[in-house]
């Protein structure tokens, strides 16, 4: 049986574009072809298959052990002949329990193995496809990629990542309310890559803490060539995030540098992020000092360790700061908890108030009625004597 010169030629061409080993596709051949005889000829044959390379012959052979010739049937015909059949087909010199290859050569089989030659290479093409995209995904998770939003499946949004590479959106994975629009390009984060049966799956992410520092990395020089370290980020995707930041150098202001001239710096990573408010606040290894930092906008006057409580503290601030300390729905002490690792709990200054005058003529009025009591016979006027 022959495959062909042409399509052989085909072949050599595919696998040195595609990078497959000739052993590879030999062996994938073979044991599609092997698999094609038997559903061809029916049966569970042992059966050894060689594909000339070269010349395009395909022989294909049936290995039997030889047993004595007895009157009833073989026990196992498939892969069983007898010692009388055996030489009848020309070894005369086989003797009972060798093993022999007799070589077929079915009609029409050489038709069903050049279909089958052809469904082994695209098949191989494809899972080599899906290798080298996983091969190399796999290395990049944790990565910024761009990437083109073209399908909603059910919870899911599809994105492309390259011309081959389809990534998936979990519903999880998404900013709230943000609307997914095919056509649209979008910055995402590369949170997973795993290798399934129908291929890699790759898992992007909009609300990952990664993607706020891939674009703060992207965006301010200065934290891409480590003069500014990012120590911490904490993000409620597409409302709030907070930014722990540390200098290397003490001439550069970690705050002042990432948020830019008329923060035009930290309004470039924000608008990336459907207009997620992010507050850039200085790190410190002092934890007190550091929850101080995290509660900001708020201006937190007292912070002090809860003794009887690990890594809680209490923090005061005077009573016009409160709803800012704690912020919409408890946003901001929750993510600065979150920024801190530690637990926080939040109080208002009792404010000692100044008198007032009207508060002077009502002590004065007191007074005057006790000295009227003290003295029933004198007047108000004899007070003033």
């Not at 399509?7 to 994938?28: G, P, V, Y």
């Not at 202001?253 to 992020?273: F, Q, T, W």
């Not at 360790?305 to 729905?329: E, H, M, T």
Request: proline share 4%; with cysteine; aromatic share 6%.
């Amino acid at each position: 049986m022959q495959l062909g010169k042409d399509f052989m030629l085909a072949l050599e061409q595919i696998t040195k574009e595609r990078n497959l080993s000739a052993e590879l596709i030999a062996e994938s051949l073979q044991h599609a072809l092997g698999s094609a005889y038997k559903k061809y000829q029916g049966g569970n044959q042992n059966l050894e298959v060689k594909v000339n390379f070269e010349s395009g012959d395909i022989s294909v052979s049936e290995v039997r052990t030889v047993v004595k010739t007895t009157d009833g049937p073989l026990e196992s015909p498939d892969t069983e002949i007898t010692l009388a059949d055996a030489k009848n087909l020309g070894f005369k010199k086989v003797t009972v329990g060798e093993i022999i290859n007799i070589e077929k050569n079915p009609e029409d089989f050489g038709r069903i193995a050049a279909q089958t030659a052809r469904q082994v290479i695209i098949q191989r093409l494809k899972d080599a496809e899906r290798q080298a995209i996983y091969d190399d995904f796999y290395g990049r998770v944790g990565e910024m990629m761009t990437g083109v939003v073209f399908k909603a499946e059910d919870d899911h949004i599809l994105v492309r990542l390259t011309e081959k590479a389809e990534a998936i959106l979990p519903k999880e994975e998404r900013i709230p309310r943000e609307k997914y629009i095919p056509g649209e390009r979008m910055k995402f984060y590369i949170l997973d890559v795993r290798q399934t049966t129908r291929g890699p799956r790759i898992v992007v992410s909009r609300t990952h803490p990664g993607l706020l520092r891939k674009l703060m990395e992207l965006e301010i020089p200065e934290i891409r060539d480590g003069v500014i370290e990012i120590k911490n980020i904490v993000r409620e995707g597409g409302a709030r995030a907070k930014v722990a930041l540390a200098t290397n150098d003490s001439n550069v202001d970690p705050v002042g540098a990432c948020v830019g001239n008329d923060g035009s710096r930290i309004k470039a990573v924000s608008n990336e992020l459907a207009g997620e408010k992010i507050d850039v606040i200085v790190w410190s290894s002092d934890p007190l000092i550091y929850i101080r930092n995290a509660l900001s906008p708020a201006k937190v006057s007292k912070v002090e360790p809860v003794l009887n409580q690990d890594r809680a503290v209490q923090v005061y601030v005077y009573p016009g700061q409160l709803s800012l300390a704690i912020g919409k729905s408890g946003q901001n002490v929750r993510l600065s908890a979150r920024l801190t690792n530690w637990k926080i709990d939040i109080g208002a200054i009792e404010v000692d108030r100044m008198p007032t005058l009207s508060d002077i003529f009502h002590e004065i009025g007191d007074d005057e009625r006790d000295a009227v009591k003290a003295k029933p016979e004198g007047s108000l006027g004899d007070l003033f004597k």
